[in-house]
C-alpha cells in the first residue's frame, strides 16, 4: 500500500505560479511511478504530468509543457509539481497517483491504483 497526501493548492492570479507537493508513504516509494493528474468540473480526470521512480524520464500533457515541471525526491518521499504562467483554464482538482507503471502508458489514469485525496487549484481572471 502506498498513500498519498497532496498540499500546495489555492487561489492564484492568471500569471502566477504554484508549487504542489505530494508526500508518500507505505511501501516502496522510490519504486513507483507517480503522476499528476487533474480533474475541472464537469470534466474527465485528464493527465497533467509524470516522473518514473528514478526520475530519469518525466512525461506532460501538451497544454502543460513548458510551463509545469514535475520532480521528486526518493529520500523524503515526495513529489512536487512547479506550476507558473497559471491560466484560468489550469483551475482543477489536481491528484496524485502512484503505481509500478509501463511507462508508454503512464498517462492512462486506470493504470494507477493509489490516489491522493487532491487539491484544489483555482486560477483567477
Known amino acids: 500500500q502506498v498513500q498519498l497526501v497532496e498540499s500546495g493548492g489555492g487561489l492564484v492570479q492568471a500569471g502566477g505560479s504554484l508549487r504542489l507537493s505530494c508526500a508518500a508513504s507505505g511501501r516502496t516509494f522510490s519504486d513507483y511511478t507517480i503522476a499528476w493528474f487533474r480533474q475541472a468540473p464537469g470534466k474527465d480526470r485528464e493527465f497533467v504530468a509524470a516522473?518514473?521512480?528514478?526520475?530519469?524520464?518525466?512525461y506532460y500533457a501538451d497544454s502543460v509543457k513548458g510551463r509545469f515541471t514535475i520532480s521528486r525526491d526518493n529520500a523524503k518521499n515526495m513529489v512536487y509539481l512547479q506550476m507558473n504562467s497559471l491560466t484560468p483554464e489550469d483551475t482543477a482538482v489536481f491528484y496524485c497517483a502512484a503505481d509500478r507503471v509501463n511507462r508508454l502508458i503512464v498517462i492512462d489514469k486506470y493504470v494507477y491504483h493509489y490516489w491522493g485525496q487532491g487539491t484544489q487549484v483555482t486560477v483567477s481572471s
Open positions: 516522473i518514473t521512480w528514478g526520475g530519469e524520464h518525466t
